[in-house]
């Protein structure tokens, strides 16, 4: 472990650098994952059985994913990581608001499959590039474990931050805590725009 984490940080000239990359890894997820972690209550919440829920979340929500991951893949081959990651992260951020969406009309079985369809579909997208950006980052002599770590900080929003969620929803109530999910992706945008000039993706 040592080796890999002491060639990471003195790849670059300044510590900045690795910081930054480390926090957009972070952040990247960070609105998408806060959204999914309370879906399942937003659902019953909000008036639809569990068996609904299981069926189109489960259907609709994985073969949106799939698909998502796909056209993810050939995108990002076709223009290029950077472009694909500022594409993706704000499509995130709009298939997010869509919960805004449904939370406004309520209890609407044909809403529920559009929005899980189409946020799994920029979440599948996103995922593709934000993984091909970590092992971009990579050193190729020791792949497995900055790859296994930089991917367990990608993990660390859902443990830590999920926790918060409810008490957000409380405050804010299910359309401003989704609004509140989408926008807290940006940062995560900003942080990839200052290393565009420091890293060759």
């Known amino acids: 472990i040592y080796n890999p984490f002491i060639e990471f940080f003195n790849r670059h000239v300044s510590i900045t650098v690795p910081l930054l990359i480390l926090l957009f890894i972070l952040l990247y997820k960070i ?41 993810g893949g050939l995108i990002s081959l076709r223009i290029g990581l950077f472009k694909s990651l500022i594409i993706f992260g704000v499509l995130q951020a709009i298939a997010t608001l869509g919960f805004s969406v449904l939370a406004i009309i309520g209890n609407n079985i044909y809403v529920l499959m559009t929005v899980i369809s189409l946020e799994n579909l920029a979440a599948g997208m996103g995922y593709t590039a934000y993984l ?10 020791f792949t497995a474990t900055q790859f296994a770590l930089m991917t367990a900080l990608m993990s660390l929003p859902r443990t830590l931050f999920s926790g918060m969620s409810g008490y957000l929803v409380e405050m804010l109530d299910w359309e401003l805590y989704f609004i509140f999910c989408s926008l807290i992706a940006f940062p995560a945008l900003i942080i990839l725009i200052k290393l565009r000039r420091r890293l060759k993706i």
């Open 132 to 141: 091909a950006f970590i092992a971009n980052m990579t050193n190729k002599r």
């Open 31 to 71: 609105g998408d994952t806060m959204a999914h972690s309370l879906s399942t209550n937003f659902y019953l919440d909000i008036g639809f059985t569990k068996s609904e829920i299981g069926t189109i979340v489960k259907f609709f929500g994985l073969f949106a994913t799939l698909v998502g991951a796909f056209i």
